[in-house]
Nanobody
Framework: QVQLVESGGGLVQAGGSLRLSCAASGSIFAINAMGWYRQAPGKQRELVAGITRTGSTNYADSVKGRFTISRDNGKNTVYLQMNSLKPEDTAVYYC??????????????WGQGTQVTVSS
């Protein structure tokens, strides 16, 4: 099993920045793709950004140009740098990993989530 622990959420004003981190442990060999999802109240969970083991990335259209995903394979950690935050970015952000090269709709492993709140 893979355990994912997020950190770095919090409250920030619109236009500000936050950096989320997610450290993986356990069956590290089972990890290929990693990424971040978010779920706002009353909305479905959505993929924000994903990254393969070799560093290929993909982003939701709503965050392109503002968010950057990266990973350190040596530390088994994935990061999400969020700049120019908007109130609509407010959500619980979940780290995820999967044994496949691309994150599927339902990844194999999830973190517990971290709250990001952007005030206007």
């Amino acid at each position: 099993q893979v355990q994912l622990v997020e950190s770095g959420g919090g409250l920030v004003q619109a236009g500000g920045s936050l950096r989320l981190s997610c450290a993986a442990s356990g069956s590290i060999f089972a990890i290929n793709a990693m990424g971040w999802y978010r779920q706002a109240p009353g909305k479905q969970r959505e993929l924000v950004a994903g990254i393969t083991r070799t560093g290929s990335t993909n982003y939701a259209d709503s965050v392109k140009g503002r968010f950057t995903i990266s990973r350190d394979n040596g530390k088994n950690t994935v990061y999400l740098q969020m700049n120019s935050l908007k109130p609509e970015d407010t959500a619980v952000y979940y780290c995820a990993s999967d044994f496949r090269n691309q994150l599927p709709r339902l990844p194999a492993s999830w973190g517990q989530g971290t709250q990001v709140t952007v005030s206007s």
